[in-house]
C-alpha cells in the first residue's frame, strides 16, 4: 500500500473509532515542527547504504541518504542537521550491541527519516547493547502491517534497573502501519528525554502510539500522544522479559494527556522492590480480568490525586460492566502506600482469592473486591476516594486483627455486596453471628 493510501485508510479508521481519545482533530494534517526551515535545497547525488556499518560515518546534508536494504550499525552513524534519510520498502535499520545512531537536527534544520518511492520501510531497532540519540529529528511512514512493527523498537533483557538507550529530544514519529515505540525487556528512555511527538500511527497489530514493558513507566518523556488509531498507552507485561515482567525500580507514573491501557501490572517482585507513585489526573484502565497487584510489604502504592483531579481506575472494555477487571490488591502493607482521591470502578471480578475476613460472596468462600488488603495497615490509608460499579465488595479487609476501618472518607455506588468487609480477630475468628456488612445505594 502507498503512504497515501494508507494515510487515507488511517483517516477512515479513526473516524469509525470507539475510543473516546480519537477525534476529528486526528485527521487533520499536520505540518512538521520545522515549519520555518532553514535547511539548504537538497541537490548532492544519491548516497547508498546497506549491509553493516562497523566505523564511524557522518551523513552530510546536501545529499539524499537513501538506505536500499537492511543497514545494521556495530560503529557510530552521525546524521548532520538537515540530513534526509530514505529507506527502501519495508527495509529497516538495526542498532547492534555497541552501534550508536546520533541524529543531530535542530529547531530548525530538522532530521528526516522517511519512505523512498513512497512505500513505508520498516523500522529502527535498537539491539540489546545499542543506543540512538534523535534530537529535532522527524521519523514517519515506517512501521510494517503485518506484524506489531513499530517506527522504533527497542529490545532488551531482564536486567534491573532496566537499560535506556533511547535518548529522545524534539522527536516526531508519524504515519506508522504499526505502534510508533515499542519498548520490549526491561527497557526505557535516557534520562533527560522530552518533547516526543506520536501521531497518526497504528493498526490492527497495534493501535496505540506507545506500547511499553513496565519497567519503562518512570521513564517517559513529555509530549503529545494524540491523533492516533487509539489515543492510549499500552503497559504489557506480555512485552516484557518474561522473568521480569513487574516493575523491579521505583516510578512515577506521569499524567502525559492520554490513558494508560494497562494489561495487569505488579509492582514489586521476587527480590525487587517498587514504588508505584502515580500522578493526579492519571487514568489507568484495565483488560478484562487484570489487577493492580502489590507484591509485599517492601513495594509500595502511592495514588497522588486531588479533589479536582482524581486518579481514575477504570474498564478498558467498551460496554462497561461490575467485574470487568479484578482491582487493586495489596499482598503486603508498606507504610508509604496512599491512595488520596482515587476513583475505582468496575472492578470486583474474579480475585482467585476465597476465605478471607468475614463477609464471604454467596454461595461459596470468595472475597473478590474493587479494593483487597491483605495485610493490617497501621492507619487508614485510602482517603478522599470513591468505589463505583463492584461486582464483588468495595473493600475487603482481609487480614486477622483490629477492625481499622479504611472507608471513613471514602463514598461508595452500586457495590453489589458490603462497601467493606469485616476482618477476622487476631485468633483468626469470625463473630458468632452474622458479620456487619455496610451497603451503598
Known sequence: MHVASRRFALSLLLSASLFSGC???SQTPHEGPDTESKC??????VIEHQGIVSTSETWAAGSPHVITSNLTIRG???????????LAKATSIQ????????????QDQVVRFEPHADWPWGQLLIGTGGSARLEWTVLSGGGLSTTMDSIVRVNAGAELPGPRPLFVNHVTIEDSLGPGIILNGTAGFAEGSSDLTI??????????????????????????????????????????????????SSATLKNLGVPYQVQGLQVGGPGASATLTIEA???????????????DGASALIVAGTPSSPVIFTSNVR????????????????????????????????CQCSSFGCNYLPPGFDVSSAILVFDEPTSPFIA??????????????????????LATSTTFARIAECTETMPKDRDGRCPSETPVCPRSP
Open 23 to 25: 477525534s476529528e482533530d
Open 40 to 45: 539548504p535545497a537538497v541537490t548532492g547525488a
Open 76 to 86: 557510530q552513524v552521525t546524521v548532520e542537521a538537515c540530513a534526509t534519510v530514505r
Open 95 to 106: 542498532v547492534d550491541s555497541g552501534g550508536v545512531l546520533r541524529a543531530e537536527g535542530k
Open 199 to 248: 501521531r497518526g500511527t497504528g493498526g490492527e497489530f497495534g493501535r496505540q502510539p506507545l506500547v511499553i514493558n513496565p519497567n519503562a513507566l518512570g521513564t517517559l518523556p513529555s509530549g503529545t500522544y494524540t491523533g492516533n488509531l487509539e489515543d492510549a498507552i499500552h503497559i504489557g507485561p506480555s512485552i516484557a522479559a518474561a522473568s521480569v515482567f513487574y516493575l523491579g
Open 281 to 295: 489526573g492519571t487514568e489507568l484502565r484495565f483488560e478484562p480480568e487484570t489487577t493492580l497487584r502489590v507484591y
Open 319 to 350: 460496554n462497561h460492566r461490575p467485574g470487568d477487571w479484578t482491582g487493586i490488591r495489596f499482598d503486603g502493607m508498606n507504610a508509604a502506600n496512599r491512595l488520596e482521591s482515587a476513583v475505582v470502578r468496575y472492578a470486583g471480578g474474579p
Open 384 to 405: 478522599n476516594s470513591r468505589i463505583e460499579d463492584s461486582a464483588g465488595h468495595g473493600i475487603l479487609r482481609g487480614w486477622n486483627g483490629s477492625d481499622l476501618s
